[in-house]
């Protein structure tokens, strides 16, 4: 399980992160962004993508066994 943060107050609605990974970000309207906070880990690839393709860098992302641990 991956989990994710995103600062809204960043993100400036690029879709980036909607484009690369629709099965976890998806915009609602033209700027707000609506995404899934504990991702499976089977998007991993897909979510990393898109966080790098931010171009605010609005989106973090954590291992979340890995930071219960």
Do not use: K, S, T
Request: proline letters at 4%; charged letters at 20%; one cysteine or more.
């Amino acid at each position: 399980m991956l989990r994710l943060v995103v600062d809204l107050n960043r993100c400036q609605g690029y879709a980036q992160c909607a484009f690369l990974a629709p099965d976890v970000f998806a915009l609602h309207g033209d700027e707000g962004l609506l995404y899934d906070p504990q991702a499976e880990a089977a998007q991993r690839e897909r979510v990393a993508q898109a966080a790098a393709a931010c171009p605010v860098q609005a989106i973090l992302v954590e291992d979340a066994e890995a930071a219960d641990a």
